[in-house]
RNA sequence: CGAGGAGUAGCGCAGUUUGGUAGCGCGCUUGGUUCGGGACCAAGAGGUCGUGGGUUCAAAUCCCGUCUCCUCGACCA
């Protein structure tokens, strides 16, 4: 044990230093490193693997979905984020602009884009001219740059990567529909692919995109209380199709403007679900987006048959669909065993000659921390499978439940403030007016997440006249 | 952008107070013994001390400037 706790020495304490934890987590699983310009990180096979993983199950939705991908360009001209009013003072002080190219002070300044809804607001204005060609429904997968004052790899760098997805539609309810029905995919999505319990609601007045009518989020709680805004979506109304004339003409022959909405994920989940999953020795994979979902681990591995039997069985894993690797290096067994544990593999298989003999294997599971030495390796495949299974539930219903033990209603300022020291999402009563809101943010440090779906209190937590809104307060990355 | 901290081998650090041959641990390379929870022995490689200027016979060390990173706040996916 006293190695162990070497081992555990190596990153923060999780409990009492979680922004360090965090940080260390990231690094020495080399998900990720820095760049070598202020903000901007590598993120290293390890940690692109996981984003491709998330890409591949949720383009596969997107594209069930009817949503088609397509690139835009990165380079915007400056005169298009002045179009939309509310938008260009959202965004201008964390743009980043290229004054120069080709040797030459440029004619127009060219924006870095913060986020596409402009470039494709023009494009798609080109595009739809006929009722018939709506809904234009298409997605891109890309980088964006905003120049944000601090960082932390992947919950927030200047540079990060984003699957956007931007609508046009013909009437305001199929765009406040489409709306809704991105939340729910990314609901679905964070709970069976990430294994990570999700709120979502609307967004107040003060939270909401620049340029949109209404914001919805989906926000997940950290191992600390605080929340993470993991994915939003908004309805534009007619905003941004009158900026950039986004006209079509109806079937009774009238010239009409669309109806937009957007929303996006972006490369901050892999943030969430370190942060939703991570325990003291490291990472905590879900199974369906892990790059190694498997290691399998040789005991005396020099020894006849031990390097043959591992490598046989990672075969059969493979066929059967599972991620497995074996881990021939030079390493002893037990530096392996803390490596991958760090590294979040979901399962780990022990083969020895022991094991080889007795035709059984010993199966170690990430999330419980449990060794099983009872399985025959004659039915890998199958006890892999339903291990994988039974661990996306467990790292499910205990993110959940531990969220749902953090939920506190508040019918006081104080009590708002006690239940955001204490790592709570508070619910409370509120009136609706931004005076209110900004109090809560300067007593409590913490802001309005999202709308509850129905309004459960009588009163406003700030000012006591009557409650418009139920909403979940909470600090937030 | 405000307040703190830090830049010395791939990583973590000592050395700076009091100027005088560039150090330690881990990792890396080669060979050998090991292997069921971070093994051991032996031999080796690896440095413009963030950077620019100044003081000095002499600067990692003192002085001035500058850049970057980390943590905490205000802004944000």
Known sequence: MAKDNQFVSQIADIETDFPQWYTDVVVKTKLVDYGPVKGTMVIRPYGYAIWENIQRELDSRFKAAGV?????????????????????????PEVAVVTHAGGAKLEEPLVIRPTSETIIGHMFGKWVESWRDLPLRQNQWCNVMRWEKTTRPFLRTSEFLWQEGHSVFASGEEAEKETLNMLSLYEEFAKTVLCMPVLTGQKTEKEKFAGAVATYGMEAMMHDGKSLQSGTTHYMGQNFAKAFGVQFTDKDGALKYGYTMSYGVSTRLIGALIMTHGDQRGLVLPPPVAPVQVVIVPIAQKKEGVLQACNALKERLRKAGIRAVVDDS????GWKFNEWEMKGVPLRIELGPR?????????????????????LLAEAETVVG????????????????????????????????RGVDGG??????????????????????????????????????????????????????
């Open 330 to 333: 030079d390493n002893s067994p």
């Open 424 to 477: 709570n999402f508070v619910r409370a009563g509120w009136c609706g007016c931004r005076a209110c809101e900004d109090k809560v943010k300067e007593f409590a440090q913490a802001t309005a997440r999202v709308f509850d779906r129905e309004n459960t209190f009588e009163t406003c937590v700030v000012c006591g006249k009557k409650a418009e809104h139920t909403v979940f307060f909470a600090r937030a990355y």
């Open 68 to 92: 088609e991908n397509a690139y835009f360009p990165l380079l915007i001209p400056m005169s298009f984020m002045t179009k939309e009013a509310e938008h260009v003072e959202g965004f201008a």
């Open 355 to 375: 094991d080889i003999e007795s035709g059984k294997m010993i199966v170690f599971r990430r999330d419980t921390l449990e060794k099983e030495d009872c399985h």
């Open 386 to 417: 339903e291990t994988l299974g039974r661990i996306c539930e467990n790292l499910y219903t205990r993110a959940e439940k531990r969220m749902n033990e953090r939920i506190v209603r508040a019918n006081s300022l104080e009590e708002l403030l």
